[in-house]
């Protein structure tokens, strides 16, 4: 039986590592890592190629049957504004072309909850498409650019999966921020905590990208979140038993403390220094952002969320 032949565009990342850690082990597949920097478990699968480099896509992507796209610029990794446009949107173009060229037929594209915006309620795939950041924007074009091709191409398959915040070991986003924070007893707890943010493993996104990759639907739209979503007093709670502590954090109410945090954002205007915590920054951390599915029932999560941040958390700092 010939082998599906499938490229992971960013594999060399975090997210795309994992992927490759699942794929790589698998018999019925040949797997090609396309990055700009190479990786180093899977060194074997490594081929460079940039989505901003046409020719240089055209040229790891030949014979591939499949390509899952997890290139892309993050949002808390970006100065310039307009690398969203040129990595997200450019870059969906230019696979969009090659994969046109080559007759790929199947695309799997990892975007974002950030298409949504601001949620005041949990939000599904109906929600409404109101991304307030660059990169929510880039993201969301990039997904029309992808519809395009599917709708130009007879039995073309599109899957676009929108994540939550990731994180996992090895991640070193907010998320192990907030851990770190916690584990060296700096957190100041600002508001009640009663507040529910949803949060994705990066085992489990992997594990949605490869059954997305054999279910090869025609087209479908899923968000993708681990459940149950835990409060903000939960996940602390969490996090200090994982590390045998008792939760010793320093509380203070919502309006004393974003007061104050204003008052910091004025002097850092004045001085021109740049304070590590903001106003935006409290108020995202005391908002909920809750996402679910309601696409796909049938996939089950490997790993269970309060497993999950038990495994990071003791990765990182046991």
Same mark, same amino acid.
């Given at each position: 039986?010939?082998?599906?032949?499938?490229a992971?565009?960013?594999?060399?990342?975090?997210?795309?590592?994992?992927?490759a850690?699942?794929?790589?082990?698998?018999?019925?597949?040949?797997?090609?890592?396309?990055?700009?920097?190479?990786?180093?478990?899977?060194?074997?699968?490594?081929?460079?190629?940039?989505?901003t480099?046409?020719?240089?896509?055209?040229?790891?992507?030949?014979?591939?049957?499949?390509?899952i796209?997890?290139?892309?610029?993050?949002?808390?990794k970006?100065?310039?504004?307009?690398?969203?446009?040129?990595?997200?949107v450019?870059?969906?173009?230019?696979?969009c072309?090659?994969?046109?060229?080559?007759?790929?037929?199947?695309?799997?594209?990892?975007?974002?909850?950030?298409?949504?915006?601001?949620?005041?309620?949990?939000?599904?795939?109906?929600?409404?498409?109101?991304?307030?950041s660059h990169?929510?924007?880039?993201?969301?074009?990039?997904?029309?650019?992808?519809?395009?091709? *599917?709708?130009?191409?007879?039995?073309?398959?599109?899957?676009?999966?929108?994540?939550?915040?990731?994180?996992?070991?090895?991640?070193?986003?907010?998320?192990?921020?907030?851990?770190?924070?916690?584990?060296?007893?700096?957190?100041?707890?600002?508001?009640?905590? *009663?507040?529910?943010?949803?949060?994705?493993?990066?085992?489990?996104?992997?594990?949605?990208?490869e059954?997305?990759?054999d279910?090869?639907?025609?087209?479908?739209?899923?968000?993708?979140?681990d459940?149950?979503?835990?409060?903000?007093?939960?996940?602390i709670?969490?996090?200090?038993?994982?590390?045998?502590?008792?939760d010793?954090?320093?509380?203070?109410?919502?309006?004393?403390?974003?007061?104050?945090?204003?008052?910091?954002?004025?002097?850092?205007?004045?001085?021109?220094?740049?304070?590590?915590?903001? *106003?935006?920054?409290?108020?995202?951390?005391?908002?909920?952002?809750?996402?679910?599915?309601?696409?796909?029932?049938?996939?089950?999560?490997?790993?269970?969320?309060?497993?999950a941040?038990?495994?990071?958390?003791?990765?990182?700092?046991?």
């Amino acid at each position: 039986m010939d082998k599906r032949k499938i490229a992971i565009i960013g594999g060399s990342g975090f997210i795309g590592s994992r992927l490759a850690k699942r794929l790589s082990a698998r018999r019925d597949l040949a797997l090609k890592i396309i990055d700009v920097k190479q990786s180093q478990c899977f060194s074997q699968y490594y081929q460079y190629a940039d989505v901003t480099q046409p020719e240089s896509l055209r040229q790891a992507l030949v014979g591939c049957d499949a390509v899952i796209n997890l290139a892309a610029k993050r949002q808390d990794k970006v100065k310039s504004t307009s690398l969203y446009n040129q990595i997200n949107v450019e870059g969906a173009r230019n696979l969009c072309m090659v994969a046109a060229e080559l007759a790929i037929k199947q695309i799997v594209f990892t975007s974002s909850v950030a298409v949504y915006g601001d949620v005041e309620q949990e939000t599904n795939e109906e929600g409404h498409l109101a991304p307030g950041s660059h990169y929510g924007k880039s993201k969301l074009e990039a997904e029309y650019v992808y519809e395009a091709w *599917r709708n130009a191409g007879d039995g073309n398959k599109l899957t676009i999966i929108r994540p939550v915040v990731v994180f996992g070991e090895g991640d070193r986003s907010n998320v192990y921020k907030l851990f770190r924070r916690i584990a060296k007893g700096r957190l100041v707890m600002i508001g009640d905590g *009663r507040n529910r943010r949803s949060l994705a493993y990066v085992e489990n996104i992997a594990a949605r990208l490869e059954f997305a990759l054999d279910q090869q639907a025609d087209y479908q739209v899923s968000n993708y979140a681990d459940k149950p979503d835990l409060s903000m007093n939960q996940l602390i709670g969490v996090v200090t038993r994982v590390l045998g502590r008792e939760d010793k954090l320093i509380h203070i109410p919502y309006l004393p403390g974003i007061g104050g945090i204003a008052l910091l954002d004025l002097l850092g205007k004045v001085s021109r220094y740049k304070f590590s915590i903001s *106003r935006a920054k409290v108020k995202t951390f005391c908002a909920s952002a809750q996402f679910k599915s309601n696409v796909e029932p049938d996939f089950v999560a490997p790993v269970d969320l309060n497993q999950a941040i038990e495994k990071t958390v003791k990765h990182e700092f046991n």
